[in-house]
């Protein structure tokens, strides 16, 4: 089975200024990454997806990840960061159940902004 | 495209009691996923769905979780006779494939309190 380890369970940072909010993962195999936000009292939203191709992806609300197969990471950043911002962040694998796949999240690391 | 939508978004029952959610995925999608969020984790994968066929279940916690999709539409997932740790938030999430790559797109979660 694979697994997906958020080093960081909480983020503190200040408005406008960079962050970097850390995913490692464990396969043997093709790996499918994701990123989900979600905020206070709602679901999942989905931020970006590595699938194949470019290891550099860009996904909305101006995040940004980027695949290292050797180090076996998906490191989520944004260079300039908002109040809005303030949420849950989980990085998560896509891997076959059965017939179908389902995802596998980390524990999730929480991003607060300040003024 | 309305989204995924779950209700009711919150319940409150005595221990003892049975429950039931809905979710009624996008509309064409076929796939639809049910998973469990604790407070401090990730969400969990409980079972998933092609069209009205249950392809998997093991992961459901106990026998007093059952998951059913009569008519490949909507799917209600019930708990019987809860228990104080079945207090989570219960995702539903649905794609239009099954593949790893295929986007799962979320409901905003029912939340249940069980006293």
């Known amino acids: 089975a694979q697994s997906v380890t958020q080093l960081d369970s909480q983020v503190p940072v200040f408005e406008e200024a960079p962050v970097e909010l850390r995913c490692n993962y464990s396969s043997s195999v093709s790996v499918y990454l994701f990123w989900y936000v979600q905020y206070p009292n709602q679901g999942l939203q989905l931020l970006l997806k590595?699938?194949?191709?470019?290891?550099l992806v860009k996904g909305i609300n101006g995040f940004e990840a980027e695949f290292n197969k050797s180090q076996t990471s998906f490191h989520l950043r944004k260079p300039s960061v908002h109040i809005s911002d303030t949420a849950e962040y989980f990085c998560?694998?896509?891997?076959?159940?059965?017939?179908?796949?389902?995802?596998?999240f980390g524990t999730g690391t929480r991003l607060q902004v300040t003024l | 495209d309305t989204g995924v939508s779950q209700n009711p978004r919150h319940k409150i029952t005595k221990r003892g009691q049975n429950v039931t959610f809905r979710c009624d995925p996008i509309s064409e999608h076929n796939r639809l996923y049910w998973y469990r969020q604790t407070l401090g984790q990730g969400p969990e994968f409980l079972t998933y769905f092609q069209n009205e066929a249950q392809l998997e279940k093991s992961r459901l916690l106990s026998d007093r979780f059952s998951a059913e999709r009569p008519k490949g539409s909507f799917s209600t997932l019930e708990i019987q006779r809860t228990e104080q740790g079945d207090s989570a938030m219960y995702l539903c999430?649905?794609?239009?494939?099954?593949?790893?790559?295929?986007?799962?797109?979320f409901g905003p979660g029912t939340r249940l309190t069980v006293t």
């Open positions: 590595y699938l194949s191709g470019s290891t």
């Open positions: 999430a649905s794609s239009v494939g099954s593949g790893r790559r295929n986007e799962q797109y």
């Open positions: 998560a694998v896509s891997e076959r159940t059965g017939t179908a796949s389902k995802l596998t």
